[in-house]
């Protein structure tokens, strides 16, 4: 769940609504896609992780020094570039 995602997606959606219900010329042909974008883009962020992933680690796992992927707490190698973890905690 992205708060940020959602909000926006909102916001999209509530102006595409408002340019379908105005009628504005040109801006019309734009209310539609506006909606639909708006409205998928909220109900994505329903299905997508906290946006913080990247920054704090899994719970039982921590970032490998050399490349940043999560490895499990007490694992003596990551597993995707082999690179010897620090030992302790
Ligand atoms: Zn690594």
Same mark, same amino acid.
């Given at each position: 769940?992205?708060?940020?995602?959602?909000? *926006?997606?909102? %916001?999209?959606?509530?102006? /595409?609504?408002?340019?379908?219900? &105005?009628?504005?010329?040109? %801006?019309?042909?734009?209310?539609?896609?506006? $909606? %639909? !974008?708006? *409205?998928?883009?909220?109900? $994505?962020?329903?299905?997508? @992780?906290?946006?913080?992933?990247?920054?704090? $680690? =899994? =719970? /039982?796992? +921590?970032?490998? &020094?050399?490349?940043? #992927?999560?490895? =499990?707490? *007490?694992?003596?190698?990551? @597993? +995707?570039? #082999? !690179?010897?973890? =620090? +030992?302790?905690?």
């Amino acid at each position: 769940m992205r708060p940020q995602l959602l909000v *926006g997606g909102l %916001l999209v959606a509530v102006l /595409g609504a408002l340019l379908f219900v &105005v009628q504005l010329p040109f %801006l019309y042909f734009w209310s539609l896609p506006l $909606a %639909l !974008g708006g *409205g998928v883009m909220a109900l $994505a962020s329903f299905f997508m @992780s906290e946006g913080e992933g990247p920054v704090t $680690a =899994p =719970p /039982g796992y +921590r970032f490998c &020094v050399f490349c940043t #992927n999560p490895v =499990p707490i *007490g694992a003596e190698r990551c @597993s +995707r570039c #082999n !690179g010897l973890q =620090p +030992r302790g905690e």
